[in-house]
């Protein structure tokens, strides 16, 4: 196999970090962990802001994001799938400067979920636009840049691979372990029209590692007012 070609393998690889086909391992819980991918290749800067039972409130700095279009599917595996073949392509030179980007972390889904376990939800397969790039991000056809402000962001951490299953109950984990803070309102306003989504997917690793998985689930807000600590 031609070097070009085995470079463009390996980072297909890197790439499909969200992917997973629902045959791994059961999810196990993990909180406050730093995602190990986040010490080989560039993520967006934060600051745990309040570490609760079970989640933790960060401020993330204003970031930008290359995203596609809202993919419709019953499966945020099979979206996932779908809006990272675009971003690979994206990467790898498919935009309209030919420019080859450098891969980052996490990979997020922007979830917007339907109103029955039969029906299509909405999806948005985004790719964390590296700090050299962001000055002037290469467009590409069927993908849109996001630029977002400073934002704080609840999260609630997992590990294992994520499938269609654990995501919604891990999402529910996080809106029940919300219930009751001094952050509750606020969360509940921004999953209202302040944001795209209810909730966001980050993932941070290859499938093929196994060890040291950190996966999360996002629910973005803004304070208006200084909330008491």
């Known amino acids: 196999m031609a070097a070009s070609s085995i470079f463009n393998l390996s980072l297909l690889f890197s790439l499909l970090s969200s992917l997973n086909l629902g045959l791994w391992p059961e999810t196990q819980k993990s909180f406050g962990i730093f995602p190990p991918t986040c010490n080989r290749i560039e993520c967006p800067s934060f600051e745990t802001v309040h570490a609760g039972n079970g989640y933790e409130i960060r401020r993330y700095n204003s970031t930008m994001w ?24 994206y990467i790898q030179g498919k935009n309209y400067y030919e ?25 948005v ?27 704080h962001v609840a999260v609630r951490q997992f590990s294992g691979f994520v499938s269609d299953y654990n995501v919604a109950e891990e999402a529910a984990a996080l809106q029940a372990s919300l219930q009751g803070t001094i952050w509750s ?29 950190v996966n999360e689930i996002w629910m973005l807000f803004d304070i208006e007012d200084e909330i008491p600590m």
């Open 66 to 89: 290359s995203s596609t279009s809202p993919i419709q599917d019953i499966s945020l595996v099979e979206a996932t799938r779908t809006g990272f073949l675009q971003l690979f392509d």
């Open 99 to 123: 420019e080859k980007i450098e891969m980052t972390a996490p990979v997020i889904a922007q979830v917007s979920p339907s109103d029955g376990p039969f029906c299509e939800s909405s999806f």
């Open 125 to 151: 397969v985004s790719f964390y636009v590296p700090k050299k790039n962001q000055a002037n991000p290469p467009p590409a056809k069927g993908l849109h840049t996001q630029k977002w402000s400073s934002k």
């Open 185 to 213: 309102a606020a969360v509940e306003k921004g999953q209202g029209t302040d944001h795209a989504s209810v909730y966001t997917v980050a993932q941070y690793n290859s499938p093929f590692e196994f060890d040291n998985r």
